[in-house]
């Protein structure tokens, strides 16, 4: 059975950071494209980054691009986003995601196969 499972939200003053990270396991991932999305109150969900199942690449929603920075450790089969500067507008919660294929880029929700449950991210003002 697949899991992942996000951790590392929490309450964060705006301007400052947090790390999540989301463990997989029930199978390997190695050869897949893993990301974040995001959901804030009364919103869609949205893509944030993702990382090539090489880690070699890696991309980003350009309200995030220079802020955020995603990776992997496919021996842990754990994904990383590192989020700094925060700002109030990036309250939401955060969900763990990998695609459906091999070696596809992960930038879409269709492209997803497996969520997390998702870890929330509170920014103050």
């Known amino acids: 059975q697949v899991q992942l499972v996000e951790s590392g939200g929490g309450l964060v003053q705006a301007g400052g950071s947090l790390r999540l990270s989301c463990a997989a396991s029930?199978?390997?991932?190695?050869?897949?494209?893993m990301g974040w999305f995001r959901q804030a109150p009364g919103k869609e969900r949205e893509f944030v980054a993702a990382i090539t199942w090489s880690g070699e690449n890696s991309y980003y929603t350009d309200s995030v691009n220079g802020r955020f920075t995603i990776s992997r450790d496919n021996n842990k089969i754990t994904v990383y986003l590192q989020l700094n500067s925060l700002k109030p507008e990036d309250t939401a919660v955060y969900y763990c995601?990998?695609?459906?294929?091999?070696?596809?880029?992960?930038?879409?929700?269709?492209?997803?196969?497996?969520w997390g449950k998702g870890t929330l991210v509170t920014v103050s003002s």
């Open positions: 995601a990998v695609a459906n294929l091999p070696f596809v880029r992960l930038a879409t929700a269709y492209r997803v196969g497996y």
């Open positions: 029930g199978r390997t991932f190695s050869s897949y494209g």
